[in-house]
């Protein structure tokens, strides 16, 4: 009894340090990541190491081990074309979650309104400035509220566990029984702090999509 009320304790720990980290959890080793184009391979965790350069393999590549730096950056140590070394958090996407079943409930939510008004409800839209009043109203409408200065925390207690993360704010959510995606942005002026909602796309296709799928 004393052990497992002592692994509930360390679990609750643990799961508040998360929620209290501005920057979403990094992948736990034996997760998975995907880069694309080119980036530096660094011999060791840091930023002052010898690197070299590699492309993509264009495919998801196990994590084998995460380091965070003092600056709080994330690294993942992987194996790359035969080379073993470190990858910093710019640049890879993670595999987070599954699909999400509640950015598809707002999809059918927001179709619901759509329909009532006699339009149909979009496959995409773009949300690239919440301060202009058509982009606000659009994200009214599919989310229900106005989420103008919402965090990443915010974010994920509505929507939970994306299904791709890059850090350190992008989230992605296909949406579950659809082949869409929605993406959320968040601007970043501070390291002390969680970002805001900077943009939100819906798109047709999956995160891992190229561009233009639209």
Known sequence: MKKFLLSL?????????????????APSKGQWLYFWET????RKASFDSS????ESPEKWIRVSSVKHDK??????KVKINGQTG???????????GGKSKAAANLYKQYSKKMSKKGERPPHYFY????TWDED?????????????????????GKLGTPTY????YFLYYELDGYNMTLSITFNSESEDKEGTVKEVYLTRGGAGDEEGND
């Open 165 to 168: 993360i890059e850090l350190p």
């Open 127 to 130: 949300a690239r400035h919440l």
């Open 39 to 42: 980036l530096k391979l660094y």
């Open 71 to 76: 600056d709080n950056n994330s690294w993942y």
């Open 9 to 25: 304790i360390l679990a609750v720990i643990a799961a508040l340090s998360a929620f209290a980290d501005p920057h979403p959890p």
């Open 51 to 54: 690197y070299s350069e590699v």
């Open 136 to 156: 606000f109203e659009v994200c009214r409408e599919f989310f229900g509220m106005d989420i103008r200065g919402k965090t990443v925390s915010d974010v994920r």
């Open 86 to 96: 470190w990858l910093p958090q710019t640049g890879v996407r993670l595999k987070a």
